[in-house]
């Protein structure tokens, strides 16, 4: 099965500045999608950025980008310029292709990383 | 463009009654439709997922049991609610592509 594990339950950074979130996941599957969910005081889950593990070069967003390490199993967000907006719970995920009967797909998440903005 | 909704928002209801949380996807068709939980101070956990009408897989043995009577249609049902269902219920999708996206989320506190 597949695990995620992100190690740091709160961060905290200061408006303007940068700050990187760590993620590492477990897995034996060659073929994968890894994401980065962003849960604000809302609780709606928003994707913020997605990286295909047959690609070399880092997802970019904006001001989001990912430093992805397909060998060290590693998956981390930096978030450059924060913003008191970014202030949010951050969920890393992994998904991988099931084929059970029919095409699908399902999500494994971290525990997540709650992300405090400071003015 | 695609959207999900679901419903209620927000939900009290007594140990022992029943549940019925439901979701609907806009402007799709044949969607993999996902029931997810969120418990206080966790991540998420799978319940149950479909990827067509009356086709439900269950990932966790539980209180609760799922049912996709038409195509855009996600429901999720208890006979009988206990305190260990309360948490955040999200209702997600995937069609085309490999991006799951979000409903709401709908609160459930059992009393």
């Known amino acids: 099965a597949q695990t995620v594990t992100q190690s740091q339950p709160e961060m905290s950074v200061q408006e303007a500045e940068t700050v990187t979130l760590s993620c590492t996941y477990d897995?034996?599957?060659?073929?994968?999608?890894l994401f980065w969910y962003k849960q604000p005081p809302s609780r709606q889950m928003i994707l913020v950025i997605r990286q295909e593990a047959y690609k070399q070069q880092n997802a970019t967003e904006n001001r989001f980008s990912v430093n992805f390490q397909k060998a060290a199993k590693s998956f981390s967000l930096k978030i450059s310029d924060s913003q008191l907006g970014d202030t949010a719970m951050y969920f890393c995920?992994?998904?991988?292709?099931?084929?059970?009967?029919?095409?699908?797909?399902?999500?494994?998440f971290g525990k997540g990383t709650l992300l405090t903005v400071n003015p | 463009s695609q959207t999900i909704h679901q419903w209620p928002a927000t939900l009290v209801q007594p140990v022992g009654s029943p549940l019925s949380l439901e979701c609907t996807v806009e402007?799709?068709?044949?969607?993999?439709l996902y029931w997810y939980r969120q418990a206080a101070g966790r991540g998420l956990q799978l319940l149950f997922y479909s990827v067509g009408i009356g086709q439900i897989s269950s990932e966790v043995p539980q209180n609760l049991s799922a049912s996709r009577p038409q195509d855009r249609q996600f429901i999720l049902s208890s006979k009988k609610l206990l305190l260990s269902d309360s948490g955040f219920y999200l209702c997600?999708?995937?069609?085309?592509?490999?991006?799951?996206?979000f409903g709401e989320g709908s609160w459930l506190t059992v009393v």
């Open positions: 402007g799709t068709s044949n969607p993999n």
């Open positions: 897995t034996s599957e060659s073929n994968y999608y």
């Open positions: 995920a992994f998904m991988k292709h099931v084929a059970s009967g029919g095409s699908n797909y399902k999500l494994t």
């Open positions: 997600a999708w995937k069609w085309f592509g490999n991006t799951i996206y």
